[in-house]
């Protein structure tokens, strides 16, 4: 029994439970969530290291379906991995700049973030997620509303409220699921899904609809985007660059439980068939809003609403090929975003110096999917993958790439150019760094593609069989 | 008495949505504490009624109603009192630091060119 | 030399002019000519082999998954135009380096022309279509930087956003036609595109690839409708200018179409399309030419008309047209970046580009007249220059092509003619017109050499074309049609040849139209013309508008409005799904219904409906969700659920408690501000989803699961397998465990982020300052101390804390548990702040609630981690029997460790939450501070 894979969800909560207790001050803070965070990628890369065979962890020891188990397959791996890759820089960016310091709690919140990501990642149990969800989120709530100010509290009650309802949402979909079925574990209802009786079909596809809103509101997908701008924008710069992994929790979920379980039996290609259209209007609104945005923060939070949009077209297309492209897109954007919200608070805070200039293009470029970093080709692999609907989808993608670039062409040129009133202060070096860390990546990303789609086939092949995550979770026969 | 429990449902989450689109606050927390009173009793639900056969194992009970959508009431009650309390905690703050209570937010300030 | 050498040079050249600067201008200057030169050197290495007809080619694997593989290949086609991008730009960078100013950071302006450089570099060697695209967006993106480099004008500033938008959206429209190309074709790589011509032209989607590959490249190559980017993109240092729109970024549309020539030319659309683009452009170009006035920007439409020249001649789908264009290609190239470079000259040395306001620098300025009347001869189409050369094989050609075509090649012939000789004479001839503050003088070496050069190249291929021009046009050539032309260049063919007279005609033409010029221009003045950059810019500015528009409603900042269309979309989705599936009535029988329970859900209506109505009242409102709360819990009692009754009915308490005390800071009633049919929306929604989770419920509540639910394990194994006979209990501690874990874990965070928020109004801020105001405004501080609650908490207290340590114990086997303790324990506190005051609580608080939640998170962590060393997984219990004398026997299970972690947990949170909430209180005008309360006091006092 390995207990690697319950790791990275114990490694970051025990520490941030240590905080509580012992470090009064900053500076132990800080370092405990450093090692935290180094310790959580080095768990991540342990996982990565055992290959993409799902292994199941059952907690309590106890038998699925009646226990709650954990896998770590090559999707949970993938995106552990990159929380965690997302996750350090932010942290040292945090600390560069001084944001943790300007409230309470900070590190052992992010900490707790790390945990309650994870756990979403990894649990293979409906109503765990849930849990997770909740943990994420709150912890989430606290991050967002961190450094206080009436204008992020109030963003803060939208983006609680608006979330609020979206975990009622879950919940009353969790419980159709349980009557409906009687399960809670996802391999015991992907088994069981396609078995369900002409009389219950109905119901059960209430569940799984209202189920993909409940993600479709962590993705924001349209028309349930509206937290989105307001949160990410009101948010401290780093926290809102942690934040662009949040919104991949949805796509994750979608992937997961649709390839699961949702496939299949009454609900089969019911999840496509509302999510291409949503995806669409995703991805307009976010290309209007780039354009539209007078600042970089906001612009930014729509960049991130445009790209949860090309991912979901590629979710939507429910094809290994598409899959691949979509896990690409989805680690890219979540770089490139991440970069983009960083770049935006050193502009915010330190003014247009020579450098933060340089990283916003270079992340504007990322973002826009322009070459040469790995945006475009995430968008040849996108477009490819999405030939059998070519006309439509590859003008809405080419159209609102074409918005993006003339938004960010806009305010980067007003923002970076136009001739500056006060002289920027020189940004932290390590805050730079930071960022250029994250860009670096998207370098590998690009150098790389071909190790990496490779990669990801793997991952996407492990999705459309799900025969090994059954096995692995070696659920006996319910009751 | 099915239609009873449903009834009750209905008519909680109908208050909550009424109260969650209300533009001040307090209410807004009053219509979410609607709507998970609804959600709660939803849960407990999907094990069906079972009136008088609590699930305290007993060997004298003719039969038990099913426990476990009453373990996940009570996570969901824990987590949505957290939800509540933080979302006060918020209320205030904004109420202290903008000097009402609106939820909504027009006043936005927009930076030119 | 390898291709990749060669292809990574000028990018690794970006990096030198950066290093090189500490040493000087010059010393950058050298870096990145040194760079440069060496690409030049490489790519002549190979010259031999492919002027012979041979392919090199390099590849390496980049992202097979795609079809994107790094792909080099030099052909003819290839090393015709990287000795034009190289070789132009080693003259670029030498006059760069002496034209920029001091105060502009030459080692930037370098590095980013060696990144453009690079990018047209990669376009035209290139052997996999998709790379090409990679490299085209390239050049678009550097080019904006090269186009915008003075960053405090706003005429570059625009001028770079538009060349952008233009060229980078050409290039996606480009991508999608490519995209189209390797899937008729089977692949990106250019040998299997190039050998697919039949395939692409009989396939259905030819016609849109061809479309979007053209919009790709007229975009990039300034062809009309799309002529309107380059003259703005003047605002650019000239060297930029010079580089931009003679050799390179301008060309790499040209050069698209000639790639791809061997498979999408030869067809009627082709034709029409590409000459008919063509042929305007040349006409429309010059037009404008001949009225402008400033140097620069009459030369960019003359580029904009020799563009339209030579894409005309890819249009005409004939061999030995595409010939003639290679030829003029490599002319324009010549004569037009000396041009440039000489308008340049004169700019710095006139301080205009005006000709208006030029004039007589013949006698100022003779060695840059000497240089610009050979150039712009060339430009004109004059023996003996290779000018003269390209424009006989494009009449040739145009003559063989017939009618109208011929009339319109000598129409653009001949404004050429005009424009020359307009800009040519007002600005050397005559007198000095206009008032110059510094006399003009012919710059030094490092200016004039570069365009020198070019001048002498101009002239020599003139006079020796089949040495200097045929090989490599030959070579062009070839590549492109696949068949190796036989070029006959020479300034003289015998009077027999068409091309003589019609040449002659636009001369005469061309003369006639300088002397009319007066005539013309005041009737171009008059004439109505669109302005393809105000349309462009009325367009931007519609977008613009447009989505300021859809944001004012997208993100407009009103949840309320969000939340209705999120529940109404829930809604429509859960009708939509239940509606296309099957459902069939439940056969569950119905439990019997009881009077009393109807009463109560009577009671409870009627308090869910009094919340509502009443809401703006808050006290009021508070006080019936209170009662729906504990009604609640009384059903769940009911219905045979002990341990949801009395969590409900805790947690009912202390979030009423709560809210009770957010009322001392929040208002205590809400104003009407719905318009009416907002609220009749809202309750036409509200009720819409009443009926919908109503009839979902029943739904439910009639039928059984589909499958045995899993719960039938727990209730089998509660006892024997988790050691306690509770099994909700069993559940929350064992089978499910985790979730438990998650929960306090969420509890504990939100007692954190309480304190955070707490700490952020305490400390100086507007918040702080209106908490502080709140002291002279005792109508919203209010009283804070019920009495009745004051005079119970003394004497429940120690009753309090020994029912939450029974309910902690006994929670394994009967209702109860770590959670409903804890907060049985925090009410019990909770009530003693309110009574007895917070500053009086606070005082004799002894333990930091942090410690609590810490240790809470611990303890029911370690519990978990402790089966580790039995070799169990995270959460495993373990049970067993004490009998400790002389107590009977007693059970302990490990799962009692994790619920005293869950206890503290929940009591840390509740505490922590609460104290903070005091030390509001405290800082908003608590009178309470430190003595016992004073109210108790007096009610005691007299019973």
Partial sequence: MSHLVIAPILLPAVLAGLILLVARGIALQRLIALAGAAGFLALALLLAGRGGAPVAYHLGNWPAPFGIVLIADGLSVLMLLLLAVVALPVLVYTMASGWDARGRHFHALFLFLLAGLAGAFLTADAFNLFVFFELLLIASYGLMVHGGGAGRLRAGIQYVGFNLVGSTLFLFALATIYAVTGTLNMADLAQKWPLLPPGDQALARVAAVLLLMVFAVKGALVPLQFWLPGTYAAAPGPVAALFAIMTKVGAYAALRLGWLVFDAGPTAGMWAELLQPAALATLALGAVGVLGSRDLPRQAAFAAIGSMGLVFLCVAAATPGATVAALYYLIHSTLAGAALFLVADLAGRRGASGPVAALFMASAIAVAGLPPLSGFLGKILLLQALEAQAPLIWSAVLLASFLTILGFALTGSARFWKARGTAPTAAEPLALAATGLLLAGLVAMTLLAGPLTLWLKGVAEGLADPAPYIAATAPQSGG | ?113 | MTLALIAALPFLGAFLPGLALRAGRGAAALAAALATALALYGVMSHAPAVLRGEVIRWQAGWLPEAGLMFSLRLDGLGLLFATLILGIGLLIILYARFYLDAADPMGRFLSYLMLFQGAMLGIVLSGNLLMLAVFWELTSLTSFLLIGWWSDRPDGRQGARMALAVTGGGGLAMLAGVLLLGRIAGGFELDTVLAARDQIQASPVYLPALLLILLGAFTKSAQFPFHFWLPHAMAAPTPVSAYLHSATMVKAGLFLMARLWPVLAGTPEWTALVAGAGLVTLILGAAIALFKTDLKAILAYSTVSHLGLITFLLGLGTEAAAAAAMVHILAHASFKAALFMLAGIIDHAAHTREIDRLGGLRQQMPLTFALATLAAAAMAGLPPLNGFLSKELMLEAAAHAGGWVVVAAVAGAALSVGYTLRLWSATFLGQTRGPLDHPPHDPGPGLWLAPALLVALVVASGLAPMLLLAPLAQAAAGAVTGHVPHLHLALWHGAEVPALWLSLGAVGAGLALWGLWPRLATLWQTSPRPDAKAIFEALVAGALALSRAVLARADSGRLSGALAIAVGAMLAGGLWAFLTGSHMAGTRPPVPMDLAVLAATAVLAVASLATVVLHRQRLLALLFIGVVGLLIALGFAYLAAPDLALTQITVEVVTVLLMLLSLSFLPRETPAESHPWRRARDLVLAAAAGLGTAALAFALLSRDAAFAPISAYHLAQSKPGAGGTNAVNTIIVDFRGFDTWGEITVLGIAALIIFALADALLSPGPANDRLLARREDPGIAGDRHPVILVMATRLLLPVALMVAAYIFLRGHNMPGGGFVAGLVAAIALMLQYLASGYGWSEARRRLDAHLLIGAGVLVASATGIGAWFAGRPFLTSAYGYLHPWPLEEFEWATAAVFDLGVFLCVLGAVMLALAQLSRLAQRGGERVASAPHDVLAQREDRP
């Fill in chain 2, 1 to 113: 008495m099915n239609l009873l429990i449903a009834v009750t449902i209905g008519l909680l989450t109908a208050c909550g949505v009424y109260l969650i689109l209300r533009l001040r606050t307090f209410p807004v927390i009053l219509g979410l504490t609607f709507l998970s009173y609804a959600v709660n009793i939803f849960i407990f639900i999907s094990g069906r009624l079972a009136p008088g056969l609590p699930p305290i194992i007993d060997k004298a009970a003719p039969g038990y109603t099913d426990p476990l959508p009453q373990a996940l009431v009570l996570t969901a009650i824990v987590i949505s009192f957290g939800m509540t309390a933080v979302l006060v905690l918020m209320a205030i703050g904004a109420h202290l630091g903008a000097g009402h209570d609106r939820v909504d937010l027009r006043d936005d300030a927009e930076a030119g060119e």
